[in-house]
Every structure is written in structure tokens, then in C-alpha cells.
């Protein structure tokens, strides 16, 4: 009776095999967009940190001061966050310039944590 027919449908075996490939691979997008979604909170935390350094950096070269060699410890208030950041500047072999370092850190505890954004310039007299 069903001898002389072709099959035009999918076995269950093929059904199952296609619904297991597709949650693999559901699996592993979910998988790839919330590590993508954790990760744009410290970039946005590294960008802003960056510019927290760029201004202290700017603000320095702008008001022509020598820099010290012994950190300076401060805050800035930037996209309604506190961002504590030292500076110092560092001698180099020629004595007309020298290296300014801007560490910006998320606490006050500036001399034990780790700074997010580490930026160098040099500054000429």
C-alpha cells in the first residue's frame, strides 16, 4: 500500500537531530551576548577612567607648572561618579623634560588598589 509512495516529511530521528543542533547553538549565542553585556560596564568604566586622565593630564600642561616628583592625590566628579586619580611627575635624562603619570582609580584607597587607566605624557619647561 505505501510501497510506490515517496516520503516528503522528516523522521523523527531527523526532527530531534535538528532541535538539538539548534539549542547548541542557541545555547552559545546566549552565551557569547552575556559575556558581550558584562563586559560594556568596564569598558564604560575604563572610557570614562581614560578621560578622567586625559583632563588631569590637559589641566597640568594648561597651567605650566613644574610637576613634582612625589604624587599629588585627588578627585573628580565625572558622569556622577567620584574618580580619585594621583599624578607625579618623574625626571628624564634630559633635565628640560619630564615624564607626568596619571593613575585614576574608582576608591580613595590610592596607594594599595590597582589603577584602572595608567596614562604618561612628557612636559617641557
Known amino acids: 500500500m505505501f510501497r510506490g509512495r515517496k516520503n516528503k516529511g522528516m523522521t523523527l530521528l531527523e526532527v530531534l537531530i535538528a532541535l ?3 539549542a547548541l547553538t542557541g545555547g552559545a549565542l546566549i552565551n557569547s551576548v552575556m559575556t558581550s553585556l ?6 564604560e568604566e575604563m572610557y ?3 578621560m578622567v586622565a ?3 593630564l590637559s589641566e597640568q600642561m594648561l597651567i605650566k607648572k613644574w610637576p613634582s616628583n612625589s604624587w599629588i592625590t585627588n578627585k573628580m566628579e565625572l558622569a556622577d561618579r567620584v574618580w580619585y586619580y594621583r599624578y607625579r611627575g618623574q625626571n628624564t635624562q634630559d633635565p628640560n623634560f619630564k615624564s607626568l603619570q596619571v593613575e585614576v582609580f574608582l576608591t580613595a584607597r ?3 588598589d590597582t589603577p584602572i587607566v595608567i596614562l604618561n605624557t612628557y612636559v617641557s619647561r
Open 20 to 22: 538539538a543542533v539548534f
Open 54 to 56: 586625559n583632563n588631569v
Open 110 to 112: 590610592t596607594s594599595t
Open 38 to 43: 558584562n563586559n560594556v560596564g568596564s569598558l
Open 48 to 50: 570614562l577612567a581614560e
